[in-house]
């Protein structure tokens, strides 16, 4: 008998009590390691629950993200959740369902093939047994590790999965009740507010503690260790108000300098790198038909609604932790080091927060409230970052070049492929040997610089996520640049390298159609023998009525795009229409993607419409800004993002999974859409614009 492949998640935490657990109000408490940061993935995960136990879903009662209870699942990140957390969940369940009947039925004298469950009793030939999962859980060993060879119900028994069940936590969120991390106000509560280290290696010479304390206009107690210095009070204005005036009366060394040219992707080029070579060796044979394109994203922010907070206590030698981040096993653990504390006086909880998008500045601000905390030992410490602060400190997505070197066979098809890309790194979490904590870098002992590193092929990639093409390319490599340090901190951002690269191959889609003189819908339909892949594509088309579509050079354009997001998640073809002047509006999106059985199709909905608004924002209007200082886009006039007011119809549709395997959809939207619009805006002027944003001064100087 083969042994059974587990999830990760399940490798790493094999033992049943740390999923699942019966509670004496007869409800049913699973737990996951990821969290909820707006995707609505607990819903989905307690509906696979209740599913595989014939349970009601208002008997399931979700933990998420706690350090001391739950599954150590590292990070919410990749598009994972559903297709990590949900298969262990489900793995989980359907074992301890098995378990229960067994036990019941040596309880009462028969198979467990004459029972069944119903909301979760168990009923023998259809009658009443007067047995249900709490009245036996006592006899149901927990503690064992899960053996993954219990079958989980076919999907077409399924009855809460696959059905639009509204959000557990959308309600307090939607009416105002108190639902974020920055609502939690607890009894005696201190706040404190921070004066940043401009950058790793300046030294603070200066500090007119008087002239903060006046500027305050109230109580006050000032934190300072090295360069970290914290403004602490049980008024939230004043401490505010120290933060606000603390760089006026400061004096700095070792700043440094930064310009304008450090923005743009183009200053990548030429940087010291780590040169990686990935995918089949370079052709000794010149090319006979060459074609090349060189496209750009610029710096990205995270952009979170609201800035970075955290809570912390130390009280009788233990610390716990309240944080948004995206993982509290994490989080546990790159704290215990700094704070030199045992992982087991540590505690991490996750509690909501207004966005996310990959790694912000939320694990930063955990720590500064640790800190803290450390320092005043049995006071609750808030710590709210300031807007100019989330925007001026936070890792900050890397700016991209990419290049496509292609050589075409004689019918004008893609013969040799390599992508070229210059990237700083796209990981630098810390705990991940290439990252830190803020605030470490500021403390008596800053470590040591870090060689940057990125993530594997294998872990879909940083910045080579997406840059193997789907479509029949014959011969393929992948040349990275790893930029070894660039100008700002970066990290993950939704997606990593996959917009940039995505949105390389998809523009060169309709150029190298437009050379063979064909359709660009008919040229990749010609290139892409995968099934689930022409669907999209064939079914995008039909849906943005492709067939109508007018001439190219006329204001108004419609495009369309195509990727299966890491090749390995959810696949989903994009098509947008737009009307261009001397700006972009984008007028229409269809969006349609096949993510395999999909738990609660209403949210899977609102993950790709999510994506595709991001990704216009992206494409069309955001860029990082530097000055002489480091990041100058420190507010929404210096970072514009895309306003309600220009968000346009959007169409999304989950074609039917056929019972194939949960794929991660979360991310999968952001690429194709960047993609069709950039060809939409070809069509539109004739011209194409291969550097993002899309912005007037590049529309201008195209058509110049």
């Not at 040799?416 to 990981?427: F, G, K, P, Q, R």
Request: proline share 7%; aromatic share 4%; charged share 20%.
């Amino acid at each position: 008998m083969s042994v059974p492949v587990l999830p990760t998640s399940l490798v790493d935490n094999p033992r049943l009590d740390r999923w699942i657990r019966f509670n004496a109000d007869r409800t049913v408490r699973i737990a996951t390691g990821k969290v909820e940061i707006g995707q609505g993935v607990v819903t989905a995960l307690g509906q696979i629950a209740a599913d595989e136990l014939d349970v009601p879903l208002d008997k399931v009662v979700m933990l998420s993200g706690d350090s001391d209870e739950g599954p150590d699942e590292m990070y919410t990140t990749s598009s994972l959740s559903i297709q990590m957390s949900g298969s262990s969940i489900r793995l989980v369940c359907a074992e301890v369902r098995a378990k229960a009947l067994d036990r019941a039925a040596l309880r009462l004298n028969c198979s467990p093939a004459d029972l069944t469950v119903v909301d979760g009793e168990f009923r023998r030939n259809g009658a009443a047994t007067g047995q249900d999962y709490w009245s036996i859980a006592g006899e149901i060993d927990l503690s064992k590790d899960v053996s993954g060879t219990t079958r989980p119900k076919p999907h077409g028994e399924y009855k809460v999965v696959g059905r639009s069940i509204p959000r557990l936590d959308l309600p307090a969120k939607v009416t105002g009740q108190p639902a974020y991390v920055h609502d939690v106000l607890p009894a005696g509560v201190l706040h404190a507010r921070l004066l940043r280290q401009p950058n790793p290696g300046a030294t603070l010479v200066a500090l007119d503690e008087a002239a903060i304390r006046r500027a305050a206009k109230g109580e006050l107690q000032i934190v300072r260790e090295a360069n970290f210095v914290a403004f602490v009070s049980p008024v939230e204005s004043v401490a505010q108000a120290a933060a606000a005036a603390a760089p006026g009366h400061t004096s700095w060394q070792g700043l440094r300098r930064l310009t304008p040219a450090h923005e743009e992707a183009a200053w990548l080029k030429g940087q010291a790198a780590e040169d990686r070579h990935i995918g089949v060796p370079p052709r000794t044979e010149p090319p006979r038909n060459p074609v090349q394109i060189t496209v750009s994203r610029p710096y990205i922010a995270h952009a979170s609604m609201g800035p970075s907070c955290a809570l912390a206590e130390f009280k009788d030698g233990h610390l716990t932790v309240w944080s948004h981040g995206q993982g509290m096993a994490p989080l546990q653990k790159n704290l215990a080091p700094v704070l030199d504390l045992p992982l087991s006086a540590i505690t991490t909880r996750h509690l909501h927060g207004p966005g996310c998008y990959g790694h912000n500045g939320a694990d930063d601000a955990a720590l500064d409230a640790a800190l803290v905390a450390m320092r005043l030992p049995g006071r609750t410490i808030r710590v709210q970052w300031r807007r100019e602060e989330e925007f001026g400190f936070e890792p900050v997505g890397p700016a991209m070049l990419v290049t496509l070197h292609v050589d075409l066979d004689d019918k004008g098809r893609p013969a040799d492929w390599t992508t070229e890309i210059w990237s700083a790194t796209h990981v630098q979490r810390p705990g991940s040997g290439s990252g830190f904590l803020l605030a470490t870098e500021a403390l008596p002992n800053p470590p040591p610089e870090v060689k940057p590193t990125d993530p594997t092929e294998a872990r879909g990639g940083g910045g080579t996520r997406n840059a193997v093409p789907l479509y029949d390319v014959p011969s393929h490599r992948i040349l990275h640049h790893l930029v070894q340090r660039g100008p700002v901190r970066t990290s993950a951002l939704r997606g990593l390298g996959a917009l940039p690269n995505v949105y390389a191959i998809e523009m060169l889609m309709d150029e190298l159609a437009e050379r063979a003189g064909m359709d660009p819908v008919a040229y990749r339909l010609s290139i892409m023998s995968e099934p689930r892949a022409r669907r999209l594509i064939e079914r995008v088309a039909e849906m943005a009525g492709w067939t109508a579509r007018g001439p190219a050079g006329s204001g108004k354009g419609l495009g369309m795009a195509f990727a299966r997001y890491k090749n390995t998640a959810a696949y989903c073809a994009v098509a947008a229409s737009v009307t261009v002047d001397e700006i972009v509006r984008v007028d229409r999106v269809w969006c349609v993607a096949d993510a395999g059985v999909v738990v609660n199709p209403d949210g899977g909905r609102n993950q790709l419409e999510g994506g595709v608004i991001q990704a216009l924002s992206w494409t069309l209007k955001e860029q990082v800004r530097f000055d002489d200082h480091g990041i100058a886009s420190l507010d929404w006039d210096g970072y514009p993002i895309l306003r309600f007011s220009e968000v346009p119809e959007i169409e999304a549709e989950l074609v039917d999974g056929a019972g194939n395997p949960s794929l991660g959809l979360g991310e999968c939207s952001c690429g194709p859409t960047a993609a069709a619009v950039g060809n939409a805006v070809a069509h539109a002027l004739g011209v194409r614009i291969h550097d993002m944003p899309l912005t007037r001064e590049r529309i201008l100087k195209a058509l110049a």
